[in-house]
């Protein structure tokens, strides 16, 4: 199973704050445009840990049938009171055959253990229609640890990432990179890669 109990149970306990946090800041801006305009019209999206659903209500909002899923039961009920149709789910359950012309894991696999990463980027790109875009955010680094709120990371290099990606069959359109500050409080280093199944 890749859901690391004690990161569910800071979610759980925290979603509020979290989400208070999230729609303060704005959740995803520039790329979750990005993102919906390389979609079709009317585009089914797999939102792969849509935490409070600020992300998944803007892709409805902009047409897209979206379905939400999250790990943590709180943050499921956040995003169903902003009426996004969102359900409990992990990892593990995207089990999807050429569904979705759009997967938006915008910072949630960062939480999967590292020897599933394969598998799950290779689920992923089974989900996805020929044409379909995933976008994946990631903190970059090496190893894995948790944070002063208990949440277990994986950190990925852009390398390590670019690898991944490229043996579950993508190509790679926009990666960049930066820095923010999250729940923790601490600075942390990301990438953010735009990809397409051909």
């Known amino acids: ?34 993102f919906i305009t390389a ?6 999206v797999l939102d792969l840990g849509c935490g409070p659903g600020g992300s998944a209500l803007l892709m409805m909002q902009a047409g897209l049938d979206v379905d939400a899923i999250d790990a943590s039961p709180e943050m ?13 789910a992990t990892f593990d359950d995207v089990n999807a055959t050429n569904d ?14 590292r020897e599933k990463l394969a598998d799950h980027f290779t689920a992923i790109a089974r989900s996805l229609r020929v044409g379909g875009h995933l976008h994946v955010g990631m903190k970059t680094g090496s190893g894995s ?8 990371y994986t ?28 729940l923790a409080g601490t ?11 051909p």
């Open 100 to 113: 979705y012309d759009g997967v938006w894991a915008n910072f949630s696999l960062l939480h999967a253990p």
């Open 39 to 44: 979609l079709p019209a009317g585009g089914r």
């Open 76 to 88: 499921v009920s956040l995003a169903q009171l902003k009426g996004v149709t969102a359900r409990v």
């Open 187 to 197: 600075n942390d280093p990301w990438i953010i890669i735009l990809a397409r199944k």
């Open 145 to 152: 640890e948790r944070d002063r709120l208990e949440r277990l």
């Open 1 to 34: 199973m890749s859901v690391d109990e004690k990161t569910l149970a800071v979610y759980n306990e925290n979603a509020s704050n979290y989400a208070a946090k999230i729609d303060q800041n704005g959740e995803a801006g520039s790329h979750l445009m990005r």
């Open 155 to 182: 950190f990925v290099e852009e390398a390590e990432l670019a690898y991944f990606l490229q043996n579950a069959g993508f190509d790679a359109l926009t990666t960049m990179m930066g820095s923010d500050i999250g």
